[in-house]
């Protein structure tokens, strides 16, 4: 550690140069991870946050809820079985407006479910959903970047029924469209040509079924339209940043230890220990990476307060974390490099001036 | 006897292609508690080989090397390298100073790898003239203010042995004559012994005793 800091205090610039190399590259992965998962909750959250566990579609479906149509047959096969484990469900998108201003349309997803089922959203504020024939329905806090409060009124814009807003629920969110609760009364009025139902949600494993499609919530979420294709391109980003900052950082390394070489030989001859030298290499580049991934932490925290609501952006703690550590692994092991130099070096070096 | 270092027989050998270039054949020698011995020899004799076999640096072929009546020369490298931090001192041509530590903390690091116990390296740096350049990086010092350095941290961490391999080769002829000076002086007043490589006959007055490296023979010329 002597010669570490001597040497880090020596060769600021060198290595303020390589930290904000390692910063720049974490910030990035933190805030493209954080994109990914703020897109993953704005297109799946509203089936992710409930406690369904897998979920029964028609048979030929293809995981799709929108390709799937169940009857009062299907669904009674399930009540009885199941009890309060099973719920109805079913999934529309449609567009709203505000009842005053017909040119402000917003696109939302209608959730119609029974209000005494466990799909029935818990609240941020207001009040829950009931089986009532009123027009009071609960609505994903995502509305209220559109202006929308407790009391306003909703307009569908296909049939011109209007509802006003009792309760929020938090960010729920379906294909990237806040998501609105609806009864099986209210569900009627805006679709009334509509029947069946889409799926079962079950908070059992059911494993298979002959008769019907039974998917787990990931497989569902994983069909939702747009998820698979979003997600799958923002990760492929995030790897390939890992594996180019494993090459950069290798690479910087070895020319900066390069140029120590003939150091190392001296300090070897004087009688400092290999293993003395490679923890110096290490801690070096342990103290530069972790520096540079807690300025990030920092810059990622306050870009994501000052994140407009409408830009999905979402860190948890464990993400971050493992962001941060990965991060930390990458660094030491492109040391590797650099270290099989250090270790190599001959002390012979030192003496007869062939330097 | 009070000799420090001794060579007995000792043969290095190099591979060179097929053949074998044997650099040292059958060398012995010896130098005293409180000697400064030099050691000369035309370009390519081996002398650098030699002085390496001497530092616990390279392994000799055959022959054995005891340093204080221990046998060194069949040591592994961590053994070597433990030989080399508290029982040798070496003084390089080029004074191969730590470019990232300053004049004080060249010797600071020796003593803090080592389990001797610590000198004041600052007043040794203030015997050799060095008191005004304590927090200076190497890189602004003359050439021979580097290698009084190098003395010093030779010094420092008081072994019995000092190796040092044409360490006026780098400065002229007067800062040369300075710095062999000073190894003697040190060596003499500490009752160390010290073997120097060198091509300068202009610095042999000041040592005690003179060999003479050729065709792989060392012979003791005075
Ligand atoms: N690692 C090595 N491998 C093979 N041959 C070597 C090696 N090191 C030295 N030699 C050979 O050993 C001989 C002696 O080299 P050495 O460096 O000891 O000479 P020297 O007397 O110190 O010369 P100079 O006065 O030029 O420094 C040379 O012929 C050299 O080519
Ligand atoms: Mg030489």
Known sequence: MYLTFKDLRHDKLKFSALGLIIFLIVFLVLFITGLANGLANDSGSAIKETSAQSFVLQKGSQARLNRSELSATDWNKFKNKYHGSAAKLSVNQATIQKTNNASKKTDITYFMIDANSFLSPKLTSGQKLTNKDNNQVVVSDKLKSSGYKIGSSIKDSASGQTFKIAGFTDNKAYSHTPV????????????????????????????????????????????????????????????????????????????????????????????????????????????LAIVAILVSFLITYLIELKMPASMPFSLSLPVLLGTGGLFLLITLISAILSLIKVVKVDPITAIGGNN | MTNILELNHIIKNYPDGQQVNEVLKDISFHVQRGEFAAIVGPSGAGKSTLLTIMGALLTPSSGTVSLNGQDISKLSKKQQTSVRLNNIGFIFQNSDLIPYLKISEQLQFVQKISQKPAIDANELLTKLGLKHRLNSYPNVLSGGEKQRVAIARAFINQPDLILADEPTASLDSKRGREVVQIIQETVHQENKAAVMVTHDERILDLVDSIWQIEDGQLKKVR
Not at chain 1, 241 to 249: C, G, N, R
């Open chain 1, 180 to 287: 609105i609760y609806l009864n099986q009364k209210q569900a009627q009025k805006v679709l009334p040509m509509k029947t069946g139902f889409n799926a079962i949600a079950l908070k059992k494993n059911l494993n298979s079924s002959s008769k019907y499609q039974v998917i787990n919530k990931k497989t569902l979420i994983n069909a939702i339209p747009g998820y698979s294709a979003e997600q799958g391109s923002l990760y492929l980003m995030v790897g390939f940043l890992y594996i180019i900052s494993l090459f950069v950082l290798a690479v910087f390394f070895y020319i900066i230890n390069l140029q120590k070489l003939n150091d190392f030989g001296t300090l070897k001859a004087l009688g400092t220990d290999t293993s003395y030298l490679v923890k110096h290499v290490l801690s070096e580049m342990g103290i």
